[in-house]
């Protein structure tokens, strides 16, 4: 089945620093999702990525829709505290309506004081 | 407010013993989830519902059942033959979108 694989696993970094991680496929997805989690509580949605090279901000973060369609990008400028969580990338495996997703492995961001 | 609902927050499962997670949406949408997640690790998904009385296994079904009576609601058994129940069990559901997810219930064994 289809795979997302998810770099780095995890992340330590200064408050204030920018942080880029991504997203790759075996195979072509038509939607990229991203979501982040903070403990003990479920994945809020961050963007959503419908067209390829598509480019899209929300706030201080942003993501990409890779061009080959396999692969997505996000970034986040300037952390603060309340960024600390692990963001997982997410894909549907068909035509995206009420199908499954596939979710990657996730990347744990932690902030050092 | 609209949301997802899921309940308890906390559960413990005896030996032996099956329990029932609640998960309850006011959103309107058509299509319900239910997702393991094991510590330091992604989501797999369990079973999932696109319309009331119907649903379909996902990857890691075994184990678990499931019942979809009313639009707003999706209730997953953890049954005893489910040797490892131990996990975040997470419920979400859309419609022709994103899905959006409950905060999980916690289920031990005791």
């Known amino acids: 089945g289809q795979q997302l694989n998810q770099s780095p696993q995890s992340m330590f970094i200064q408050e204030g620093e920018d942080v880029s991680m991504n997203c790759t496929s075996s195979s072509i997805f038509n939607t990229w999702l991203w979501y982040k989690q903070d403990p003990g509580e479920g994945p809020v949605l961050l963007i959503a990525?419908?067209?390829?090279?598509e480019l899209t901000s929300n706030g201080r973060l942003t993501a990409q829709f890779g061009i080959t369609r396999k692969d997505s990008f996000l970034n986040i400028s300037a952390s603060i505290p309340s960024d600390v969580g692990i963001y997982f990338c997410?894909?549907?495996?068909?035509?995206?309506?009420?199908?499954?997703?596939?979710f990657g492995t996730g990347t744990r961001l932690t902030i050092i004081p | 407010d609209g949301g997802i609902t899921q309940s308890p927050k906390y559960l413990f499962r005896k030996e032996g013993q099956n329990v029932t997670l609640s998960c309850e949406q006011n959103l309107n949408h058509d299509a319900m989830y239910w997702y393991r997640q094991d510590p330091g690790q992604g989501l797999r998904l369990i079973y999932y519902s696109q319309i009331v009385n119907d649903f379909q296994k996902g990857d890691i079904a075994e184990g678990y059942s499931v019942s979809r009576e009313k639009k707003e609601s999706f209730p997953l058994t953890v049954t005893s033959a489910q040797k490892n129940p131990t996990a975040f069990y997470l419920c979400?559901?859309?419609?022709?979108?994103?899905?959006?997810f409950g905060d999980g219930t916690r289920l031990s064994i005791l």
């Open positions: 997410a894909g549907p495996t068909s035509n995206f309506g009420n199908e499954k997703l596939t």
């Open positions: 979400a559901s859309s419609i022709r979108g994103p899905q959006h």
């Open positions: 990525l419908y067209k390829a090279g």
